[in-house]
């Protein structure tokens, strides 16, 4: 770390849970974010604000005004551009020595695997049950942290995969889609609330590139913004996980 | 035997009239499950994702059928959410 980062950081580099092994872990440390829109633009510019080395970001979508009101890591200008091109802009001019790679189309299958295993921390920040499933799935796989988050509505859910700490998986919550696919399209959603779940996902991930995890093994977040009410709740592994459990060889 | 439901997010729509937005005390037949309770307030299993009773996550494979209720209990409900 060179005395130009140690000044830009400097204020969280104070924080006794950070601290400058923690801002050079952060430094080092390469996210990979799948979905560029509401969840993943304040996620991804709070990383890269601080300090992340270097941010791959995935989406195969182009920027449609509708998107505006709440994916504010596209400006007015963006609207027809790819996501992944119009994140990378503002990244950069939010932080140059952020390294910005871009993946403009849906990874799958051993791409996907390939790509969370070359990461050090996934950010999920899609907007349906398929991905997030197979997402997870490639993180259990290799082994790769995960924070998950989803909104839609006024409502919200944060959770995190340390498989270190043989933490529960995002299947352990989920197990199956349920119901029927929402859409932020069809049963809208709040700006800010999206960006409250995607900033939380950045601060858990901040705090487990800094080795902070401790606290957030097995927590799952609820937030609901009409009620204005939060809830903490303990999610225990399940042993019968499609993804991580006990039945997992009998797929 | 009374206890609380509390209904959060989209569930909200299913409580019956009342001052608090999320919450009410209810009175139940003694004996009453979660499940029971579930459909007594119309709410589907798939959306009735994430039960907790006194903050405690009932999971999903867990029978709730077989949960029985106590006075004082408070159950909160919140719906899947996989939106971004």
């Not at chain 1, 510019?45 to 182009?62: H, N, P, R, S």
């Not at chain 1, 349920?178 to 779940?197: D, H, K, N, T």
Request: with cysteine; net charge negative.
């Amino acid at each position: 770390m060179n005395q130009s980062d140690k000044d830009r950081y400097a204020r969280q580099i104070r924080l006794p849970a950070i601290g400058e092994s923690g801002q050079q872990s952060i430094l080092d440390a390469t996210a990979l974010i799948i979905g560029v829109g509401g969840l993943g633009s304040p996620a991804a510019m709070y990383l890269a604000a601080g300090g992340i080395g270097k941010l791959v970001l995935c989406d195969y979508d182009v920027v449609e005004s509708s998107n505006l009101q709440r994916q504010i890591i596209h400006a007015d200008d963006a609207v027809g551009d790819d996501k992944v091109e119009s994140g990378k802009r503002t990244l950069t001019a939010l932080n140059p020595d952020c390294q910005v790679e871009t993946i403009g189309y849906q990874l799958e299958g051993s791409e996907l695997v390939e790509a969370v295993r070359a990461a050090d921390i996934v950010l999920d920040c899609s907007d349906n049950f398929p991905t997030r499933f197979e997402v997870n799935r490639a993180c259990v796989d290799t082994a790769t942290p995960l924070v998950s988050g989803a909104a839609i509505r006024l409502e919200g859910q944060i959770m995190n995969y340390q498989p270190a700490a043989g933490s529960a998986c995002y299947q352990c919550l989920y197990p199956r889609a349920f119901g029927a696919e929402e859409s932020c399209e069809l049963e809208g959603v709040l700006g800010p609330v999206v960006g409250v779940i995607g900033t939380m996902q950045a601060v858990q991930t901040l705090l487990l590139l800094a080795g902070q995890g401790e606290e957030m093994v097995n927590r799952l977040l609820l937030f609901d913004a009409l009620a204005m009410q939060w809830q903490g709740v303990t999610l225990p592994k399940n042993p019968n996980c499609p993804a991580c459990g006990g039945d997992r060889q009998a797929r | 035997m009374n206890v609380n439901i509390e209904l959060y997010a989209s569930l909200m729509k299913y409580l019956p009239p009342g001052k608090h937005r999320f919450r009410r005390e209810i009175r139940v037949d003694d004996g009453i499950t979660l499940n029971q309770l579930i459909r007594q307030y119309h709410i589907s299993d798939a959306e009735a994702h994430l039960v907790l009773v006194n903050g405690h996550f009932v999971n999903c494979g867990e029978p709730r059928d077989q949960r029985v209720l106590v006075e004082g209990d408070t159950v909160s409900i919140w719906p899947p959410v996989a939106g971004g």
